[in-house]
């Protein structure tokens, strides 16, 4: 891939935004099946749907600059993943383990945050307003996100994790 113009930098965002929202619709099963905190599970099962949805606006941005998926993979995406699953692999408290998903999809949030932002700027300096609102609508669901993560860890799961002190 060459990155040639501001035009490029924005397609290559959309696809890498594109690779990292598959890669977690890809997990997030799991991570909902592993989540033993009721509003905590409620809250990945909704963020789960609001993503299906996020993955069609991205398949839109795509289609409106006339392009097709071209197949590629979010590296930073496949860290966050890879994180999670040594996660699950390790012996934990279920309290202390839905502390650590939350850190670790907040890890996968923040990442997305910063692609989206990042895109939404490319697609403003462009001129393509349909593109980046639809960026922006995604860019505010996914603060929305972690907002809510921060709000479940800090009154809910970190309160209960804290009482596991070895």
């Known amino acids: 891939m060459k990155l040639n113009s501001l035009q490029d930098l924005l397609i290559a965002e959309i696809n ?3 690779s990292a929202e598959k890669q977690l619709l890809q997990i997030f099963p799991k991570v909902i099946q592993s989540a033993t ?10 963020h789960q749907r609001e993503t299906a949805v996020q993955e069609r606006r991205l398949e839109q941005c ?3 600059l006339g392009l097709t998926l071209r197949p ?7 860290g966050i993943v890879s994180s999670w699953m040594e996660l699950q692999e390790t012996e934990a408290q279920a ?9 670790v ?24 307003h ?15 996100f972690d907002r809510t993560l921060t709000r479940i860890a800090e009154t809910v799961v970190n309160r209960e ?6």
Do not use: N, P, W
């Not at 890890?107 to 490319?122: D, K, L």
């Not at 349909?130 to 929305?144: M, N």
């Open 16 to 18: 890498d935004l594109l």
């Open 37 to 46: 905190h009721v509003e905590l599970k409620e809250a990945l099962e909704a």
């Open 62 to 64: 795509l289609q409106t």
């Open 72 to 78: 590629v993979r979010s590296h930073g995406m496949v």
């Open 95 to 103: 309290d202390v383990r839905d502390a650590a998903t939350i850190s």
């Open 105 to 128: 999809i907040q890890r996968a949030e923040h990442y997305e945050i910063a692609g989206y932002g990042c895109a939404h700027a490319f697609a403003e300096a462009l001129d393509q």
């Open 130 to 144: 349909e593109i980046a609102a639809l960026l922006k609508q995604t860019l505010l669901e996914e603060e929305e």
């Open 161 to 166: 994790a804290e009482l596991h002190t070895s």
